[in-house]
């Protein structure tokens, strides 16, 4: 059975490694629905978030694949109710609407959405939270016609006090410290 997966590879920063990742998930015909990549809590590792449509049997293989890339320090899979997660939507609409009807303006509170900028022409306005929240309120917004709409990828962190990476790098480290 199909479920989302949240999968996060450290790694230094090396050109070329994304697309060896996402040729792995190509292989095994997996879909990213989302992908976010930024620097870590860790000097000089990055963190790749990805969010997949899978089982977790083919989750297992993917990660297994990704560890073995030699620029990847450590790869792990989670379910959504391990991580915290968010994603930040933008939506551009008139601001003439907007004047108009008090409508957007009570959905934008309702939501917990928070206007950014306003000019003569259009209105940004910023919601942060889950995918099924910022789509409800696209479609929300919709009903008024948004001129232009952007979702990011998924942030996330792990529900678990202690940092496998970092336990991981401190295990490798130790390991390596015995062999000299």
Excluded at 2 to 9: A, G, S, Y
Excluded at 86 to 100: F, G, H, N, P, W
Aim: charged share 30%; hydrophobic share 35%.
């Amino acid at each position: 059975m199909k479920k989302e997966f949240i999968i996060t590879v450290y790694s230094e920063n090396h050109i070329g490694l994304l697309t060896r990742i996402t040729i792995i998930f190509t292989r095994r015909k997996i879909n990213i629905e989302s992908l976010t990549v930024s620097e870590s809590a860790i000097k000089g590792v990055y963190k790749f978030t990805i969010v997949v449509l899978s089982n977790v049997e083919q989750t297992q293989k993917v990660v297994s694949q990704i560890d073995k890339q030699v620029d990847v320090l450590k790869a792990f899979y989670h379910t959504n109710e391990e991580m915290i997660y968010q994603e930040i939507a933008l939506y551009k609409v008139s601001t003439e609407t907007l004047y108009d009807s008090d409508q957007i303006e009570i959905m934008v509170r309702n939501s917990g959405a928070r206007i950014l900028e306003i000019t003569r022409e259009y209105t940004v306005i910023e919601k942060t939270g889950h995918k099924e929240e910022t789509q409800k309120l696209f479609e929300d917004l919709n009903k008024y016609k948004v001129m232009q709409f952007i979702r990011s990828g998924r942030v996330a962190l792990t529900r678990d006090p202690i940092e496998r990476l970092s336990e991981f790098l401190k295990e490798r480290d130790e390991f390596l410290e015995n062999l000299d």
